[in-house]
C-alpha cells in the first residue's frame, strides 16, 4: 500500500513557474515508478511525466516537454514536478500516481494503482 498527498498547487500568472509536490508513505517507495497526471473540467485525465523508481528514466507528454520537470528523492519519499512557462491551457487539478513497474517509466493511466488526492493548478492569462 502506498499513500500519496499533493502539494504546490496554486494560482500563478501565465509565464509563471510553481513546484508540486508529492509525498508517498510507506517503505517501497522506490520499488514504484511514478507519474503525474492532470484534469481539467469536462476532460478526461490525462498524462503529464512519468519517472522510473530510481529516477533514471523519464517521459513527458508534448504538451509539457521543454517546460516541467520531474524528478524523485527516494531518500524523502517523494516525487516532484517543476512547472515553468505555465500557460491557461495547464489550468487542472494534478495528480501523483504510483505503480510497481520495474525498471520502466509508465504513462498509461489506468496501469496505476495509488493516485493521491489531486491539487489545483491555476493559471491566468
Known amino acids: 500500500q502506498v499513500q500519496l498527498v499533493e502539494s504546490g498547487g496554486g494560482l500563478v500568472q501565465a509565464g509563471g513557474s510553481l513546484w508540486l509536490s508529492c509525498a508517498a508513505s510507506g517503505r517501497s517507495f522506490s520499488t514504484y515508478a511514478m507519474g503525474w497526471f492532470r484534469q481539467a473540467p469536462g476532460k478526461e485525465r490525462e498524462f503529464v511525466a512519468a519517472?522510473?523508481?530510481?529516477?533514471?528514466?523519464?517521459d513527458y507528454a508534448d504538451s509539457v516537454k521543454g517546460r516541467f520537470a520531474i524528478s524523485r528523492d527516494n531518500a524523502k519519499n517523494t516525487v516532484y514536478l517543476q512547472m515553468n512557462s505555465l500557460k491557461p491551457e495547464d489550468t487542472a487539478v494534478y495528480y501523483c500516481a504510483a505503480v510497481w513497474a520495474g525498471s520502466k517509466v509508465v504513462v498509461t493511466t489506468t496501469r496505476y494503482d495509488y493516485w493521491g488526492q489531486g491539487t489545483q493548478v491555476t493559471v491566468s492569462s
Open positions: 519517472i522510473s523508481r530510481g529516477g533514471s528514466t523519464t
